[in-house]
């Protein structure tokens, strides 16, 4: 079993900056990708981000290409996403997954998720 909390959510201006971190315990020693993905009001959950958990692989939609990156700590079994140059149009709840398999966009892939963390961007 796998756990992940997320934290760092909260409210920002469009142009501001935030930075999403996700801790996992358990078994993190099955983790080999995870993943940042969002859901905003009346839309399915959304791919953003995702990274092998080595550190060996990164992809990025294209919506968030340039303005955010993943980055992950092996050995403190973390993942975090700095986010910049922020848009009303980010504003979701986003969420951490952690995958036994590869990197994919698709959200019913991911075998763990966290509980997610709300980030509000105003014009």
């Known amino acids: 079993q796998v756990q992940l909390v997320e934290s760092g959510g909260g409210l920002v201006q469009a142009g501001g900056s935030l930075r999403l971190s996700c801790a996992a315990s358990?078994?993190?020693?099955?983790?080999?990708?995870m993943g940042w993905f969002r859901q905003a009001p009346g839309t399915e959950r959304e791919f953003v981000a995702g990274?092998?958990?080595?550190?060996?692989?990164?992809s990025y939609s294209d919506s968030v290409k340039g303005r955010f990156t993943i980055s992950s700590d092996y050995a403190k079994n973390t993942v975090t996403l700095q986010m910049n140059s922020l848009k009303p149009e980010d504003t979701a709840v986003y969420y951490c997954?952690?995958?036994?398999?590869?990197?994919?966009?698709?959200?019913?892939?991911?075998?763990?998720w966290g509980q997610g963390t709300q980030v509000t961007v105003s014009s």
């Open positions: 358990g078994r993190t020693f099955s983790i080999y990708a």
């Open positions: 990274i092998i958990w080595s550190g060996s692989g990164i």
């Open positions: 997954a952690a995958n036994r398999g590869r990197i994919t966009s698709d959200h019913r892939q991911y075998d763990y």
